[in-house]
């Protein structure tokens, strides 16, 4: 009876994982919200629309209550302010009316309005404001004479955890969505901008769905800490853009595996050899979220590419960074 018993055990841990499995592949994410009423459009002939949308969304903060109301200090600026769900928020660093180069940051699991000014569990290398602002002051210190803005976009509902939602792409794809929206109304406004994309994480693979529809402006696309791009090779991301890739030995995300089947997984990791893309280098950093902590080789590098000097990114080795052979 004793065997008996153990292969009864056996049996239903084993359903159990077949049922978790099936869950995870054959569930259909959760239906996002529709909050289009939120998304900024451009006013290409009103110069002063800027300033009083950043004055409306301060106002709104302020009414808002904690944690948004001590936020609009120091001239910050913010395209748009949404705390239903999860959240909305875009803010802007530098001045994006008169800008040549725009730099938008696509966070990723996790990143909520409440934690976009500290960071999940407080780790201020992951609040999408802390990052933009070290990114603009490296690429402001890299390229002083550049009209430069770079924006912090959460302009998606991130998957809350590494779960089943982070596995999928539904909430990706909605994220494309409004990602291309806005690099489009980014051309609106400024035509002639050179403008990087640059994904941490699931962001990653919003930028990835993203690639083919954005904007042409969109001259550089940037991964750090990527689980994939929904792809197998660069060349399938359909896009004229330039393609990079960053990731740390010490990165948690290495250990992910990499797959893309019935809606689970997001392809191949950009830094796979073969893939196709141009690999820099992250010396510095040493966790999932460092990517643009000052004093990183992957914030240098970030920074050089925002600012259109190729020549000057570097790769793991310390030498100019070439482009891997696409397979």
């Known amino acids: 009876m004793r065997w008996c018993r153990r292969a009864l055990s056996a049996a239903s841990v084993a359903a159990v994982l077949l049922v978790a499995l099936a869950m995870l592949l054959f569930t259909p994410g959760p239906a996002v919200a529709d909050q289009s009423a939120t998304v900024w459009h451009p006013y290409p002939n009103d110069p002063a629309a800027l300033t009083r949308l950043y004055d409306v969304n301060r106002r709104a903060m302020q009414t808002a209550g904690m944690p948004f109301a001590t936020w609009p200090v120091q001239g910050r600026q913010f395209l748009t302010f949404d705390p239903r769900g999860n959240g909305r928020i875009v803010e802007v ?36 404001a802390v990052q ?103 060349a399938d991301l359909h896009t004229s853009a330039n393609v990079w890739a960053g990731q740390s030995t010490q990165d948690w995300i290495d250990w992910l595996p990499a797959f893309q089947v019935w809606g689970a997984g997001h392809g191949t990791m950009p830094t796979t050899p073969g893939f196709g893309d141009r690999i820099f280098g992250t010396k510095g950093v040493t966790d999932h979220d460092q990517y643009l902590a000052p004093g990183t080789q992957s914030l240098g590098n970030i920074a050089d590419i925002v600012d259109g000097v190729d020549s000057s990114v570097t790769g793991p080795d310390l030498k100019p960074v070439s482009v891997q052979a696409s397979g």
Not at 166 to 188: I, K, M, N, Y
Request: without cysteine.
């Open 93 to 128: 660093f530098g001045d994006l009316a008169s800008a040549d180069r725009i730099a938008v940051l696509v966070p990723g699991v996790s990143t909520t309005a409440d934690n976009f000014n500290t960071g999940l569990g407080g780790v201020l290398d992951r609040a999408p």
């Open 132 to 234: 933009a602002r070290a990114l603009y002051d490296s690429a402001h210190a890299g390229a002083p004479g550049e009209h430069l803005a770079v924006i912090a976009w959460l302009g998606y509902d991130t998957p809350q955890g590494v779960g089943r939602t982070a596995a999928r792409e539904e909430l990706a794809r909605a994220g494309a969505t409004a990602l291309d929206r806005f690099s489009t109304d980014l051309a609106t406004m400024r035509p002639n901008a050179k403008v990087t994309v640059i994904g941490h994480s699931y962001g990653s693979v919003v930028v990835g769905l993203a690639a083919a529809d954005l904007s042409s402006q969109v001259k550089d696309l940037v991964v750090v800490g990527s689980p994939g791009m929904g792809v197998s090779r660069a």
